[in-house]
């Protein structure tokens, strides 16, 4: 990381420590990076947090790597990793000194957890750049595809994450879903926390925490299943907030489940109470819920440009709207 600047007349006089948190944004967490395992130079020369500086002073801020403690070792074949993440439709769009946009495939993991045998994008990342200390912006379910951030260094992670807290991030996401939304567009408000019966599981809660979704209807058809037709649809979420499987608590509590969801969807205890056959067989024709990050728009931490990605929507879901049989790939595992 490398953060460089010219102190302007209206910060004369002030600490650096202040110019670079109420100024620049940086966390109390990342200053105290700065100074224990990076440097901090006022025209060339080491300065401390607290020295003062002066109007037109040239401020770098370096950051190499991630303290000695928070480094692990890389055991991944890095070849046969990318070779995977490729293989799976995992494409970059985006890879510059302090962030990694990319599009996630279908059941890789957002970040490691303790199931070794799972492909996760941060892995992916690692072996790409060589850089140990990467993290995740925005993580997506397992079984999620599309569109995230990979922060580069701790600067570039800590400003797009308060982009994102302060709602100044666009996150948009289409789903498939079964029946018509009404109305065809609106807003969800209501509140997420863990399901008492299931603690794997997101529902609305009364005393849960706030989730907001936006959506709106793009296109409802029919689809032939062999059964019958079964009514689906194609819709659009925007989040304003970001709990634990958002989309897809707020899309079964407002009657429209996702297509495919082993969790939230049809399928799951006696949601198919109420559905045809052909909507249950339709359900069966992917291995995960039709959800995708189809959007992502922010400012670049470094550059200060407004970024904005699009992706298209996956073979599978594709082939749910046109009606055709599941493809030949491996369920999820768990």
């Avoid at 480094?71 to 769009?93: C, K, N, T, V, W």
């Avoid at 209501?190 to 603690?199: F, H, M, S, T």
């Avoid at 989730?211 to 689809?223: F, G, H, I, K, L």
Wanted: charged share 25%; net charge negative; with cysteine.
């Amino acid at each position: 990381m490398r953060l460089e600047f010219v102190i302007s007349p209206q910060d004369e006089g002030r600490r650096a420590v202040d110019v670079l948190q109420f100024r620049h944004g940086l966390s109390g967490t990342l200053v105290k990076r700065i100074r224990l395992y990076g440097e901090l130079t006022c025209n060339g020369q080491p300065i401390w947090m607290i020295a003062p500086i002066h109007a037109g002073d040239r401020i770098v801020a370096t950051l190499a790597g991630v303290p000695p403690s928070e480094r692990s070792p890389d055991a991944l074949g890095g070849e046969d990793l990318q070779a995977a993440f490729q293989a799976d439709g995992g494409r970059i769009l985006l890879l510059d000194a302090h962030l990694c946009v990319l599009e996630k495939p279908p059941f890789w993991l957002s970040h490691p957890n303790r199931d070794e045998s799972r492909l996760a994008v941060t892995d992916f990342v690692r072996t790409l750049t060589g850089v140990v200390g990467v993290h995740p912006v925005n993580r997506l379910d397992s079984g999620t595809s599309g569109l995230m951030i990979v922060a580069l260094d701790p600067y570039g992670h800590d400003t797009l994450s308060r982009q994102s807290r302060a709602g100044e991030c666009v996150r948009e996401y289409v789903g498939i879903v079964h029946g018509t939304p009404v109305p065809p567009g609106g807003r969800i408000d209501a509140p997420i926390g863990v399901d008492p019966e299931n603690k794997v599981r997101r529902t609305v809660l009364a005393d849960g925490k706030d989730a907001v979704t936006d959506y709106r209807t793009e296109s409802s058809r029919e689809v032939e299943t062999g059964a019958g037709r079964a009514v689906i649809s194609v819709v659009r979420f925007t989040l304003d907030t970001g709990r634990t499987h958002q989309i897809r608590v707020h899309a079964r509590h407002a009657g429209i489940p996702l297509i495919g969801d082993p969790l939230y969807g049809i399928r799951y205890g006696s949601s198919c109470e109420g559905y045809a056959e052909p909507s249950l067989v339709l359900d069966g024709r992917i291995s995960r819920q039709s959800l995708h990050a189809a959007r992502l728009g922010f400012r670049h931490p470094v550059e200060g440009d407004l970024r904005d990605f699009e992706s298209a929507l996956p073979r599978d879901m594709q082939d749910v709207l046109d009606g055709n049989r599941k493809r030949n790939v491996a369920e999820e595992p768990g």
